[in-house]
């Protein structure tokens, strides 16, 4: 379903448009559960996105 996102850190599946953060790395989106995840993420965000 493409209205549902994972959190790339801690892997929840979120509503994209009740995601509590959204975020972007190298001109793709990402959807957080929350603000503590966003931070994460911009902090090594090379460590989430591995893969993708």
């Known amino acids: 379903m493409f209205w549902k ?3 790339p850190v801690c892997g ?3 509503k994209k448009e ?6 972007e ?3 793709k989106a990402y ?3 929350s603000t ?3 931070e994460k993420f911009e902090k090594e965000p090379e ?3 591995k893969g993708s």
């Open 5 to 7: 996102a994972k959190d």
């Open 12 to 14: 929840m599946k979120v």
């Open 18 to 23: 009740k995601a509590a953060a959204k975020g």
């Open 25 to 27: 790395h190298k001109g």
């Open 31 to 33: 959807y957080f559960c």
């Open 36 to 38: 503590a995840c966003k």
């Open 47 to 49: 460590k989430y996105t």
